[in-house]
Antibody
């Protein structure tokens, strides 16, 4: 069974750093893209960026370039989303999703989401 | 402001048919890129509902069907059921942005 299991909810202060994780199982982790999607409270879905665990080469949406860092450790089938200095506006639910590498395939499996709350 | 435009809300009575539109442009839906649809039930992660414009993943009822024409796409739901009450999002790739774009989402209320 394909699963993407994300790390638990986080409460942080502005300026702190944070890394959340997304562990894949039930499939070959290095042969699918992993995308990250943000959903701010009461709002829609926003694509943040993508990584191919096979070569760990991330790409970012222009809106998130320089704001976050996406990485992956294929040895433990885990992708990460990292902030070096959080802002209150980073408060949101963050989802990872798997996508087949062929063409412009859909996000066929999603993690359960990680709620990040940034508040002083 | 989302790149893909959806109505904020639609509603219908049980058993009725509703449609949700998704309007894009020549750099996304109007180009070679397919449209995908996701259903997000309250408090849960999105789930793939329709892929490649008009295909249903295994397990999705045939009450849901998608279509694409020009720079727009539509999701139709027939035989509306209470369990269909959710947010629905369209998605496509945008060549100008070199990335994925979503519609703003449509909240379906079953009356």
């Amino acid at each position: 069974e394909v699963q993407l299991v994300q790390s638990g909810a986080e409460v942080k202060k502005p300026g702190e750093s944070l890394k959340i994780s997304c562990k894949g199982s039930g499939y070959s982790f290095t042969t699918y893209w992993i995308d990250w999607v943000r959903q701010m409270p009461g709002k829609g879905l926003e694509w943040m960026g993508i990584i191919y665990p096979g070569d760990s080469d991330p790409r970012y949406s222009p809106s998130f370039q320089g704001q976050v860092t996406i990485s992956a450790d294929k040895s433990i089938s885990t992708a990460y989303l990292h902030w070096s200095s959080l802002k209150a506006s980073d408060t949101a639910m963050y989802y990872c999703a798997r996508r087949p590498v062929d063409g412009y395939s859909p996000f066929d499996y999603w993690g359960q989401g990680t709620l990040v709350t940034v508040s002083s | 402001q989302s790149v893909l435009t959806q109505p904020p809300s639609v509603s219908g009575a049980p058993g009725q048919r509703v449609t949700i539109s998704c309007t894009g442009s020549s750099s996304n839906i109007g180009a070679v890129y397919d449209v995908h649809w996701y259903q997000q039930l309250p408090g849960t992660a999105p789930k793939l509902l329709i892929y490649d414009n008009d295909n249903r993943p295994s397990g999705v009822p045939d009450r849901f069907y998608g279509s694409k024409s020009g720079t727009s796409a539509s999701l139709a739901i027939t035989g509306l059921q209470a369990e269909d009450e959710a947010d629905y999002y369209c998605q496509s790739y945008d060549s100008s942005l070199s990335g994925w774009v979503f519609g703003g989402g449509t909240k379906l209320t079953v009356l």
